[in-house]
C-alpha cells in the first residue's frame, strides 16, 4: 500500500459504534471488572485508546512496532536520555535544536553524562569521536536551523559497531519522506507539534523504535515519569497526520521555489536547503528523503546587528514566531529565538549568525510567499543604520 493510503487505513473505525473518526476517550480511569481485571486500560497515564491509536499510527508511519506519544517534543528528548547513566557519552550533531542542547548542558551533564558535539555531516567526524563510552549518537537531519544533511545509512553503521545506539531526531524529515528505521536507526524522534499535527494547535512528541525491548524500557520511563499526549491532543495529532503526506509535498515543492528565489537575490549571501543542488550533502538527501520539507534559512549580505531583525518585521504573509511545520507560514531569527539558549560562541561555530534567518513554508501560494520576502528583504536594506542598530 502507498503511503497517502496506509495513512487513512492504519486505524480500524471504532469497534464500538463504528465510528470512522477514532473517539476521545476523555477519561482519567476505567472501570475494573475484578481488581487487575480490565479491558486493557486502567488508568490514562499508562495507556488511553485514543492516544494508542495515535501512537500505532505514528509506529505504522515510521515503520516500527512501538510508537509512544508524549507531551511535548522535549518530553519524548528527556525519556530517551533517561535510558542512560553517570558516566556515560553522547555524541551529537554540533546544531541541534537550542531546547535539546539546553538539556544536555544542564539537566544531563548535571547528572554526570557528557556531549561531544560534532559536525555529523561528515561521518569521518562520528568515527573519530566514538569510544567505548558512546552509549548513544543523536542525530537530527535537516538539522535546525541550519538544514545541515548527515548519512543515517554510514552513521547507523559507525554506531552499530561501537555498541551505540542512534537516535534520528526526524522532526524537519517527516515519516511520509525519510524513514531512519528503515535506514538503520534505532530509535526515531519527533516534536509532534511540528509537521505531523501540523496545524500549529498542539504541542506533543514522539518515539518510534523497531526494538520491543528498547520499546518497553522507554514506555516504563515515560508511565513512571508521566509525561503522556492527553486524549485531545492525540485526536489531534491523529487528525493532522492525515493529511501530513498531501502538506508535506505541497509545503516541499513550494519551500524549493522560495530556496530558488532566495538564491539569485543580490542581498543573500546564501542559503540552506536541502533541495537546492549547491547544498553540501544533496546527493545524500536525494538517497535518503523523498522531499526536503519546508524548512529554509539564510543569512543576508548585510550582516549589521538587527538587519535580520528589520527584514522579520516587514514580512506580511511570514508570521514572526517560532516553531514550524504549520499551515501557515512563520519565520524567525534563531540566534535570539529559537537558539538564544545556545552560547553566543557554540552558536556562530554551528553557523548561526545575528544575521540568520529561518522560514518555514506553509500552504500558502509559493508566488505570495515570494513577493512577501522580495518586500521584506528591500525593507530592510533600505533601514538606517539607527534603526538597525535599534532593532
Ligand atoms: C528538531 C526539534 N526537536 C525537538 C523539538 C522540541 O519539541 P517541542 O517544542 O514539541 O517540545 C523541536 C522544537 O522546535 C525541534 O525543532
Same mark, same amino acid.
Request: proline residues 5%.
Given at each position: 500500500?502507498? %503511503? ?18 477514532? &473517539?476521545? *476517550?476523555? %477519561? ?24 494508542? /491509536? ?23 528528548? #528527556?525519556? $530517551? ?8 557519552? @553522547? ?5 541541534? *535544536? ?7 548542558? %544542564? ?7 557528557? $556531549? ?10 562520528? =568515527?573519530?569521536?566514538? %569510544? ?9 537531519? &535537516?538539522?535546525? &536551523?541550519?538544514?545541515? $544533511?548527515?548519512?543515517i545509512r554510514a552513521i547507523a553503521s559507525i554506531s552499530k559497531a561501537s555498541g551505540a545506539l542512534l537516535l534520528v531526531d526526524n522532526t524537519f524529515g517527516s515519516p511520509v519522506a525519510q524513514q531512519p528505521l528503515k535506514l538503520g536507526a534505532d530509535i526515531v524522534l519527533h516534536s509532534i507539534t511540528k509537521y505531523i499535527a501540523g496545524h500549529s494547535d498542539v504541542i506533543g512528541g514522539g518515539i518510534v523504535v523497531r526494538d520491543q525491548e528498547l520499546g518497553e524500557r522507554i514506555k516504563y520511563i515515560q508511565n513512571a515519569t508521566g509525561a503522556v499526549l492527553g486524549p485531545q491532543d ?13 502538506? *508535506? ?23 540552506? *536547503?536541502?533541495? =537546492?543542488?549547491?547544498? &553540501?550533502?544533496?546527493? $545524500? ?22 538587519? /535580520? ?36 560562541? /557554540?552558536? @556562530? ?18 508566488? #505570495?510567499?515570494?513577493? #512577501? ?6 525593507? /530592510? ?11
Amino acid at each position: 500500500m502507498r %503511503t497517502e493510503t496506509r495513512l487513512l487505513h492504519a486505524l480500524p473505525h471504532d469497534p464500538l459504534t463504528g465510528a470512522v473518526s477514532v &473517539p476521545i *476517550y476523555q %477519561t482519567s480511569t476505567f472501570e475494573q471488572e475484578g481488581p487487575g481485571i480490565n479491558k486493557g486500560f486502567d488508568y490514562s497515564r499508562t495507556n488511553n485508546p485514543t492516544r494508542q /491509536a495515535f501512537e500505532q499510527l505514528l509506529a505504522e508511519l515510521e515503520g516500527g512496532t512501538r510508537g509512544i506519544a508524549f507531551s511535548s517534543g522535549l518530553a519524548a528528548v #528527556d525519556a $530517551v536520555l533517561k535510558l542512560l547513566s553517570a558516566g556515560d557519552e @553522547i555524541i551529537a550533531v554540533d546544531d541541534i *535544536y537550542g531546547g535539546t542542547y539546553r538539556a544536555l548542558h %544542564t539537566i544531563y551533564n548535571w547528572l554526570g553524562i557528557t $556531549v561531544k558535539h560534532v559536525d555529523t555531516s561528515d561521518p569521518g567526524n562520528v =568515527l573519530e569521536a566514538i %569510544t567505548p563510552k558512546t552509549k548513544l549518537v543523536w542525530l537530527e537531519t &535537516p538539522t535546525n &536551523p541550519t538544514l545541515k $544533511v548527515s548519512d543515517i545509512r554510514a552513521i547507523a553503521s559507525i554506531s552499530k559497531a561501537s555498541g551505540a545506539l542512534l537516535l534520528v531526531d526526524n522532526t524537519f524529515g517527516s515519516p511520509v519522506a525519510q524513514q531512519p528505521l528503515k535506514l538503520g536507526a534505532d530509535i526515531v524522534l519527533h516534536s509532534i507539534t511540528k509537521y505531523i499535527a501540523g496545524h500549529s494547535d498542539v504541542i506533543g512528541g514522539g518515539i518510534v523504535v523497531r526494538d520491543q525491548e528498547l520499546g518497553e524500557r522507554i514506555k516504563y520511563i515515560q508511565n513512571a515519569t508521566g509525561a503522556v499526549l492527553g486524549p485531545q491532543d492525540s485526536w489531534l495529532a491523529i487528525r493532522g497526520a492525515q493529511t501530513l503526506h498531501l502538506r *508535506y509535498e505541497r509545503i516541499s515543492r513550494s519551500a524549493q521555489q522560495v530556496a530558488e528565489f532566495l538564491q539569485q537575490h543580490p542581498a543573500v549571501a546564501g542559503v540552506n *536547503y536541502p533541495g =537546492l543542488r549547491t547544498h &553540501p550533502n544533496h546527493l $545524500v538527501a536525494r538517497s535518503q528523503s523523498a522531499a526536503f520539507g519546508g524548512v529554509i534559512s539564510f543569512w543576508l549580505k548585510d550582516d549589521r546587528e538587527g538587519a /535580520a531583525v528589520q527584514l522579520v518585521k516587514h514580512t506580511r504573509l511570514f508570521t514572526l514566531a517560532e516553531s514550524l511545520g504549520g499551515v501557515k507560514s512563520l519565520l524567525c531569527v534563531p540566534a535570539r529565538m529559537t537558539h538564544a539558549s545556545v552560547p553566543r560562541e /557554540a552558536r @556562530i561555530a554551528a553557523g548561526i549568525h545575528d544575521s540568520l534567518v529561518r522560514i518555514s513554508i506553509g500552504l500558502e501560494h509559493p508566488d #505570495d510567499l515570494v513577493e #512577501d520576502l522580495a518586500g521584506a528583504i528591500s525593507a /530592510a536594506e533600505n533601514c538606517s543604520v539607527e534603526q538597525t542598530l535599534h532593532a
